[in-house]
């Protein structure tokens, strides 16, 4: 279990966390999510003492995390993967890693076959690529079999195979009762995965929910509707009750109706119809929105030219 209590962290003006309290259990997946410059990675690194909170406090099983003894045995983590590793091999690595923390050496080759790597073991870590340091930063985290593991953007840099790998690495854990914390700033990656999310923007807690519920919340679910008959169509919608939205690109929408309902409706009156489509509002939008206003980052909206600001997007830099 992870607690946070009104963590704050201030670099001179800039208030990179301000004020977040959440808990993250064990059994699951918990999604930490925002737009990138959020305050994730600043908050994960608060956790392991590696940052000092300016205000506030965070505890790893109700305690700090200079007080644990042997950490890695409590707390794996994998923070930004550019950070590590020398020119040691991998093997050496996680040697030196399980030395220090009194893990013994058979460890290290479970590690290293959970995570793929045994082949290149002997490899200097330099000439890795991302997702091989991605690789090896997890296996450090799974290093002393700890009840908590922390995973900061970890499929950044992995293939799709490597995608497909973690996410289920991290279920896993997650259903022998491990506490998962990871961070992400795409919403698409967090809904294959978690089952809970804390969602910050700004350095601000914005939700603190589980997944099914926010699906729940959050996906509109409405008819989409094209006619080269609008008028006559709006009019028999109307006189059967029905709420009709007008889109500015000239479709019509209706939340909460079947579309075989509006499709007899319009047989009825002879009435053409050029799309007559079922539409899911997508979570990814409903992030957009939740985050919006904490978006460090937006593109100009006077220069029309420009695209949307797409926080969420894959090629989105924000810092
Ligand atoms: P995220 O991981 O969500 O992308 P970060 O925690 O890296 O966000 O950053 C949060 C904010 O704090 C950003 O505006 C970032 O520029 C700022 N920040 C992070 N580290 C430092 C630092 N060492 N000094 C000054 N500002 C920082
Ligand atoms: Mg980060």
Same mark, same amino acid.
């Given at each position: 279990m992870i607690e946070l209590e009104g963590l704050t962290k201030r670099y001179g003006e800039k208030v990179a966390v301000n004020n977040l309290t959440f808990t993250v259990r064990p059994g699951i997946v918990t999604g930490f999510l925002g737009p990138n410059g959020a305050g994730k990675s600043t908050t994960m690194r608060m956790l392991l003492g590696l940052d000092r909170p300016t205000a506030g406090d965070v505890r790893i099983d109700g305690k700090h995390y200079d007080q644990l003894k042997d950490p890695l045995t409590y #707390?794996? !983590?994998?923070?930004? !993967?550019? *950070? =590590?590793?020398?020119?040691?091999? *991998?093997?050496?690595? +996680?040697?030196?890693? !399980?030395?220090?923390?009194? #893990?013994?050496?058979?460890?290290?080759?479970?590690?290293?076959?959970?995570?793929?790597?045994? *082949?290149? !073991?002997?490899k200097k870590a330099k000439g890795f690529s991302l997702g091989m340091g991605q690789r090896l930063g997890i296996a450090? *985290? +799974?290093?002393?079999?700890?009840?908590?593991? =922390?995973?900061?953007?970890p499929v950044n840099g992995l293939d799709p195979e490597g995608i497909h790998w973690i996410r289920n690495l991290m279920k896993s854990l997650a259903a022998q009762g491990r506490t998962v914390f990871v961070s992400s700033h795409l919403m698409s990656e967090m809904a294959l995965t978690a089952d809970h999310l804390v969602v910050i923007g700004q350095g601000r807690l914005l939700a603190d929910t589980s997944m099914a519920d926010f699906i729940t919340q959050n996906s509109r679910s409405y008819v989409r509707i094209r006619t080269p008959q609008r008028e006559r169509l709006l009019d028999v919608l109307h006189g059967a009750g029905v709420t009709v939205v007008e889109t500015g690109n000239g479709s019509l929408e209706v939340d909460g109706s079947k579309s075989e309902h509006i499709g007899e409706l319009a047989a009825q009156h002879q009435i053409v119809l050029h799309e007559l489509s079922p539409q899911q509002a997508s979570l990814e939008d409903a992030f957009m929105q939740l985050t919006a206003e904490s978006v460090e980052y937006h593109a100009h909206s006077d220069t029309p030219a420009a695209p949307p600001p797409q926080p969420w997007g894959d090629g989105w830099k924000g810092n």
């Amino acid at each position: 279990m992870i607690e946070l209590e009104g963590l704050t962290k201030r670099y001179g003006e800039k208030v990179a966390v301000n004020n977040l309290t959440f808990t993250v259990r064990p059994g699951i997946v918990t999604g930490f999510l925002g737009p990138n410059g959020a305050g994730k990675s600043t908050t994960m690194r608060m956790l392991l003492g590696l940052d000092r909170p300016t205000a506030g406090d965070v505890r790893i099983d109700g305690k700090h995390y200079d007080q644990l003894k042997d950490p890695l045995t409590y #707390i794996g !983590a994998l923070l930004d !993967a550019k *950070a =590590m590793h020398g020119g040691r091999s *991998a093997f050496n690595h +996680l040697l030196c890693l !399980a030395q220090s923390n009194g #893990i013994p050496r058979k460890r290290v080759y479970q590690v290293l076959d959970t995570v793929g790597l045994t *082949a290149v !073991a002997k490899k200097k870590a330099k000439g890795f690529s991302l997702g091989m340091g991605q690789r090896l930063g997890i296996a450090g *985290a +799974l290093l002393g079999d700890p009840r908590i593991l =922390m995973f900061d953007e970890p499929v950044n840099g992995l293939d799709p195979e490597g995608i497909h790998w973690i996410r289920n690495l991290m279920k896993s854990l997650a259903a022998q009762g491990r506490t998962v914390f990871v961070s992400s700033h795409l919403m698409s990656e967090m809904a294959l995965t978690a089952d809970h999310l804390v969602v910050i923007g700004q350095g601000r807690l914005l939700a603190d929910t589980s997944m099914a519920d926010f699906i729940t919340q959050n996906s509109r679910s409405y008819v989409r509707i094209r006619t080269p008959q609008r008028e006559r169509l709006l009019d028999v919608l109307h006189g059967a009750g029905v709420t009709v939205v007008e889109t500015g690109n000239g479709s019509l929408e209706v939340d909460g109706s079947k579309s075989e309902h509006i499709g007899e409706l319009a047989a009825q009156h002879q009435i053409v119809l050029h799309e007559l489509s079922p539409q899911q509002a997508s979570l990814e939008d409903a992030f957009m929105q939740l985050t919006a206003e904490s978006v460090e980052y937006h593109a100009h909206s006077d220069t029309p030219a420009a695209p949307p600001p797409q926080p969420w997007g894959d090629g989105w830099k924000g810092n």
